[in-house]
């Protein structure tokens, strides 16, 4: 099983503007991919925690948005990565999308299916690229698994 980083379903030749909304755990780990890339510069990040805000920006060179609303409606982002609570998880992508930004959004993508519904249908509408980071499927033991069932 291969390995493929989350901007690598974009345009391979592209830079990407990213912004960040939910700095902590997961939020962080994708701050330090998105700024560590070739192809992104994380540019802003945003979370309800501003120390937590200002900690990722420091590590990554970013600035530090005030509101949620700042960041999806930055007209020089191109990506917009939603790694906050469940709660929000749905309206900020969905608000990201309508706002014609690509999305990286966390897992659960919603808390039941409407909500997963309406960021569906905001991708679709606004034709840009939404991908949830399940990124389980690259644990070891799951990636056994798809190779004994392969077998």
Same mark, same amino acid.
């Given at each position: 099983?291969?390995?493929?980083?989350?901007?690598?379903?974009?345009?391979?030749?592209?830079?990407?503007?990213?912004?960040?909304?939910?700095?902590?755990?997961?939020?962080?780990?994708? #701050?330090?991919?998105? &700024?560590?890339?070739? =192809? +992104?510069?994380?540019? *802003? %990040?945003? @979370?309800?925690?501003? !120390?937590?805000?200002?900690?990722?920006? #420091?590590?990554?060179? &970013?600035?530090?948005? =005030? +509101?949620?609303?700042? *960041? %999806?409606? @930055?007209?020089?982002? !191109?990506?917009?990565?939603?790694?906050?609570?469940?709660?929000?998880?749905?309206?900020?992508?969905?608000?990201?999308?309508?706002?014609?930004?690509?999305?990286?959004?966390?897992?659960?993508?919603?808390?039941?299916?409407?909500?997963?519904?309406?960021?569906?249908?905001?991708?679709?509408?606004?034709?840009?690229?939404?991908?949830?980071?399940?990124?389980?499927?690259?644990?070891?033991?799951?990636?056994?698994?798809?190779?004994?069932?392969?077998?």
């Amino acid at each position: 099983m291969t390995r493929r980083g989350w901007l690598d379903h974009i345009q391979e030749t592209t830079m990407y503007k990213v912004g960040l909304l939910g700095a902590g755990f997961v939020g962080a780990k994708r #701050a330090d991919v998105a &700024a560590g890339s070739v =192809r +992104s510069e994380l540019s *802003v %990040v945003y @979370d309800l925690v501003q !120390d937590s805000a200002e900690r990722v920006a #420091a590590a990554t060179g &970013a600035a530090v948005a =005030r +509101s949620w609303e700042q *960041v %999806v409606e @930055d007209p020089e982002l !191109d990506i917009v990565v939603v790694s906050t609570t469940h709660e929000s998880l749905a309206s900020l992508s969905v608000a990201a999308l309508s706002a014609g930004k690509h999305v990286l959004c966390e897992k659960p993508l919603g808390r039941n299916p409407d909500e997963v519904r309406s960021v569906v249908a905001a991708a679709e509408t606004s034709k840009r690229c939404l991908k949830v980071g399940y990124n389980h499927r690259y644990h070891p033991a799951i990636a056994k698994v798809v190779e004994v069932v392969h077998e």
